[in-house]
């Protein structure tokens, strides 16, 4: 099949990774789209992950963190959570390219008779489909600057196409137009305590044998890796020592795109695209957030309970919107990781959550942990201590309420219990008889009317529509709402079903079918997990003696 001549919008920028994962890559390529935002960029981003799922949507959480949602209801990979709520732009699911996404439509067109007989192989066929899905993202998007991070490290196997399409759209565009950043680890042995350079000349050497140069080095460490370092990198690496950045561990990673700008990496991004900027770079929106950081005078805990806890990336966006809602009421949010598994062995040990400020639920799949999430919601619901749940979390909320408060017994979601005498949580109708998992559950955006002088309707500023991300399968049994409501619980939102519970008279007591965390940015906090710091503030500083609550952190 014959690939047409692209023509491209953007200039790309490729990003990849040496030495090992985990290393911060995500964060290396949103401080280049900071970078170039600053000077009057428009800049988006393209993510390729070299594991032959077709996307991240059947993957377990500890498997690859968190499932990130987009509006247009892709199941993408955790990273584009970095890339949102850093650059501010909302991306599609053809943003995030796979390993299976390639392979299965260069299959599919072998099976359909497409490639005329001929023999179909990793070049041309493989490469050709990987830069005909990055050529489509650049049409789409329209950007001055596309960034492109290839996952995993130089040297995997099963990056070896990916790296190879690179080095050919390199070779056929002009040297101005793409450029290569190489995120590397530069370790320090507690024993010599001193930076050793070794494994990032290893990498760049993977990274030339496939015939590609770095254009920029980071180097990625627990501290600055000092002058003598950076002129070996650079020594090793072909390049001048003004192309080799120390990113080390900061106090927040906010810091990260503005540390690399005070060492020079933003002119030396336009020098390399031999393009001025469109405006000096002032950094005022990250300053302005750094301050309100610094301004941060009391602390809240709050008990996020689960049954992934081991992995923070598993709830990163959870712990992100958190994070982002404290900042904006003046609070540092410590989050503690609760496994609920613990409640059902030992229910006196519910107790614990006395100690914290405010409890959230995240969303879930599947059995395992739900009796515990049931007891936390309980002990929530008893004890005034202000509550938040999401997803899942809504729909055990209605199932404890059921149970505890309408005494129906036995009461159930039929994803735990398919002959629960009462299922007061049911398959969506749409979902009956769907047997393939991947890409089928209700997801994205979709349209909220929220009711007027309810909670929801004061945290999202009296508005009465409003638009948010789903994923789940299962949905509040319509049948059961009126018993619901007749003991006391609100629901104060719905779409096609019921979005939002709330119980009056409780501190903060509100539960979404919704996803509000994946919307969540640092400028933008959500409103759900705003109004649960907000109220946590409030009670802990009227537990205080003689400290009144400051104005604005009151739930109301």
Same mark, same amino acid.
């Given at each position: 099949?014959?690939?047409?001549?692209?023509?491209?919008?953007?200039?790309?920028?490729?990003?990849?990774?040496?030495?090992? *994962? =985990?290393?911060?890559?995500?964060?290396?390529?949103?401080?280049?789209?900071?970078?170039?935002?600053?000077?009057?960029?428009?800049?988006?981003?393209?993510?390729?992950?070299?594991?032959?799922?077709?996307?991240?949507?059947?993957?377990?959480?500890?498997?690859?963190?968190?499932?990130?949602?987009?509006?247009?209801?892709?199941?993408?990979?955790?990273?584009?959570?970095?890339?949102?709520?850093?650059?501010?732009?909302?991306?599609?699911?053809?943003?995030?390219?796979?390993?299976?996404?390639?392979?299965?439509?260069?299959? /599919?067109?072998?099976?359909?008779?497409?490639?005329?007989?001929?023999?179909?192989?990793?070049?041309?066929?493989?490469?050709?489909?990987?830069?005909?899905?990055?050529?489509?993202?650049?049409?789409?998007?329209?950007?001055?600057?596309?960034?492109?991070?290839?996952?995993?490290?130089?040297?995997?196997?099963?990056?070896?196409?990916?790296?190879?399409?690179?080095?050919?759209?390199?070779?056929?565009?002009?040297?101005?137009?793409?450029?290569?950043?190489?995120?590397?680890?530069?370790?320090?042995?507690?024993?010599? /305590?001193?930076?050793?350079?070794?494994?990032?000349?290893?990498?760049?050497?993977?990274?030339?044998?496939?015939?590609?140069?770095?254009?920029?080095?980071?180097?990625?460490?627990?501290?600055?890796? =000092?002058?003598?370092?950076?002129?070996?990198?650079?020594?090793?690496?072909?390049?001048?020592?003004?192309?080799?950045? *120390?990113?080390?561990?900061?106090?927040?990673?906010?810091?990260?795109?503005?540390?690399?700008?005070?060492? =020079?990496? =933003?002119?030396?991004?336009?020098?390399?695209?031999?393009?001025?900027?469109?405006?000096?770079?002032?950094?005022?929106?990250?300053?302005?957030?750094?301050?309100?950081?610094?301004?941060?005078?009391?602390?809240?805990?709050?008990?996020?309970?689960?049954?992934?806890?081991?992995?923070?990336?598993?709830?990163?966006?959870?712990?992100?919107?958190?994070?982002?809602?404290?900042?904006?009421?003046?609070?540092?949010?410590?989050?503690?990781?609760?496994?609920?598994?613990?409640?059902?062995?030992?229910? *006196?040990?519910?107790?614990?959550?006395?100690?914290?400020?405010?409890?959230?639920?995240?969303?879930?799949?599947?059995?395992?942990?739900?009796?515990?999430?049931?007891?936390?919601?309980?002990?929530?619901?008893?004890?005034?201590?202000?509550?938040?749940?999401?997803?899942?979390?809504?729909?055990?909320?209605?199932?404890?309420?059921?149970?505890?408060?309408?005494?129906?017994?036995?009461?159930? /979601?039929?994803?735990?219990?398919?002959?629960?005498?009462?299922?007061?949580?049911?398959?969506?109708?749409?979902?009956?008889?769907?047997?393939?998992?991947?890409?089928?559950?209700?997801?994205?955006?979709?349209?909220?009317?929220?009711?007027?002088?309810?909670?929801?309707?004061?945290?999202?500023?009296?508005?009465?529509?409003?638009?948010?991300?789903?994923?789940?399968?299962?949905?509040?049994?319509?049948?059961?709402?009126?018993?619901?409501?007749?003991?006391?619980?609100?629901?104060?939102?719905?779409?096609?079903?019921?979005?939002?519970?709330?119980?009056?008279?409780?501190?903060?007591?509100?539960?979404?079918?919704?996803?509000?965390?994946?919307?969540?940015?640092?400028?933008?906090?959500?409103?759900?997990?705003?109004?649960?710091?907000?109220?946590?503030?409030?009670?802990?500083?009227?537990?205080?003696?003689?400290?009144?609550?400051?104005?604005?952190?009151?739930?109301?």
């Amino acid at each position: 099949m014959d690939v047409p001549e692209p023509h491209y919008h953007a200039k790309f920028v490729f990003i990849v990774g040496g030495v090992m *994962s =985990g290393i911060g890559k995500g964060i290396v390529t949103v401080s280049a789209g900071r970078n170039f935002i600053e000077r009057g960029f428009k800049v988006n981003v393209c993510k390729i992950d070299p594991y032959l799922n077709i996307d991240a949507g059947t993957m377990n959480p500890f498997e690859h963190g968190e499932v990130f949602v987009t509006d247009d209801g892709g199941e993408l990979d955790v990273d584009f959570g970095h890339y949102t709520r850093f650059l501010q732009i909302d991306v599609k699911k053809t943003q995030n390219i796979t390993t299976g996404q390639v392979y299965f439509e260069v299959i /599919s067109r072998e099976r359909k008779g497409e490639y005329l007989g001929g023999t179909v192989q990793v070049i041309p066929h493989i490469t050709d489909e990987i830069k005909r899905r990055i050529h489509e993202i650049d049409q789409e998007t329209h950007a001055d600057v596309l960034l492109i991070e290839i996952g995993g490290t130089v040297g995997d196997i099963e990056s070896q196409p990916f790296l190879e399409a690179v080095r050919q759209i390199m070779r056929e565009r002009p040297a101005n137009e793409t450029m290569l950043i190489m995120a590397t680890y530069v370790p320090f042995p507690p024993h010599v /305590s001193e930076p050793k350079t070794k494994p990032t000349q290893h990498a760049v050497r993977d990274l030339k044998a496939a015939g590609l140069n770095p254009s920029i080095i980071v180097a990625r460490a627990e501290r600055e890796i =000092g002058k003598k370092a950076i002129e070996k990198i650079a020594l090793f690496s072909g390049l001048n020592a003004n192309a080799v950045f *120390s990113l080390p561990d900061l106090n927040d990673v906010l810091e990260g795109p503005m540390f690399l700008d005070h060492q =020079g990496f =933003g002119d030396k991004l336009l020098e390399i695209f031999q393009e001025t900027p469109k405006q000096s770079p002032t950094w005022e929106s990250t300053t302005k957030l750094l301050d309100l950081i610094n301004k941060q005078t009391e602390t809240i805990v709050i008990g996020l309970t689960g049954k992934y806890t081991q992995l923070k990336d598993a709830y990163i966006s959870v712990f992100e919107a958190l994070k982002h809602a404290g900042m904006h009421e003046g609070a540092k949010v410590e989050v503690v990781y609760i496994d609920v598994e613990e409640f059902e062995k030992d229910p *006196s040990a519910i107790t614990k959550l006395q100690d914290l400020d405010g409890v959230l639920l995240p969303g879930g799949f599947g059995k395992r942990g739900v009796e515990g999430k049931i007891k936390v919601i309980e002990y929530c619901r008893e004890n005034n201590i202000p509550f938040l749940g999401i997803c899942l979390g809504f729909q055990l909320a209605s199932v404890e309420f059921a149970r505890n408060v309408c005494k129906l017994n036995g009461a159930h /979601s039929t994803e735990m219990d398919p002959e629960t005498r009462y299922p007061i949580v049911d398959l969506q109708p749409t979902q009956r008889g769907i047997k393939k998992l991947g890409g089928t559950m209700r997801l994205g955006a979709h349209d909220i009317d929220i009711y007027p002088n309810t909670l929801l309707w004061k945290l999202y500023g009296e508005k009465t529509k409003i638009r948010e991300r789903h994923r789940h399968r299962y949905e509040l049994n319509p049948a059961y709402t009126p018993i619901l409501q007749d003991h006391g619980l609100v629901l104060s939102a719905k779409s096609e079903f019921y979005e939002a519970l709330e119980l009056p008279g409780h501190p903060f007591f509100l539960a979404v079918q919704f996803h509000p965390e994946f919307k969540s940015t640092p400028w933008n906090p959500s409103p759900p997990y705003q109004g649960l710091v907000r109220s946590a503030l409030r009670i802990k500083l009227e537990k205080q003696e003689g400290v009144e609550a400051p104005v604005g952190t009151t739930a109301e």
